[in-house]
């Protein structure tokens, strides 16, 4: 591993892999860079590179996965209906990936994905998220029932206002 100097992240190239991954290591955490979390490669390779940092097994960072308003891309273009069923073709894509994911990384047991999202959330409403996570591969799902108080904005960071939102969690099983 390539590790260089920078003001609040260490930013380094694992090129042990196959591929060529950019990382970086914010607020103690392996941040892994240009990863398509419906392609099983990039995600194996991310772990592998985070499993290999901390020095532990793969299942030790892929038994609990977390995620916040996935969308997909050129998402200001679509339709209301076209973003949706395109936001669940992406939700249970990322379901299958991360399956797929574990069982070439010779994990075997359950995943956790958990999932902060809007009930009213107009790119993905909570029904038809609970039910494209349970189509993507999910035994069972399930909405917490506190809402936690979370900040969200816009990629930018120029934006950001506090919202109550709903915490589900998707059990994927390899």
Known sequence: ?????????????????????EASII????????????????IVNAVKLASRYYDIKPSAI???I???NLNVDRENDLANEVLIRANKDLYSSV???LVDAAKLLGISNQLNFYVFSKSNNPKI???????????G????????????????GNN????????????HLAKLKC
């Open 62 to 64: 892929l038994n609990d």
């Open 137 to 152: 591969g999910a035994s069972s799902v399930a909405t917490d029932d506190h809402k936690p108080r979370v900040a969200v």
């Open 1 to 21: 591993m390539n590790f260089e100097s920078g003001l609040g992240l260490s930013p380094f190239k694992d090129r042990t892999a196959s591929v060529t991954k």
């Open 125 to 135: 409403p909570q029904p038809d998220l609970v039910g494209t996570l349970k189509a």
């Open 66 to 68: 977390y995620a916040k």
């Open 95 to 97: 379901c299958k990936a």
């Open 156 to 167: 930018l960071g120029t934006c950001s206002m506090q919202q109550l939102t709903n915490f």
């Open 27 to 42: 607020d103690k955490e392996v941040w892994v860079f240009g990863v398509n979390a419906t392609s099983v490669q990039d």
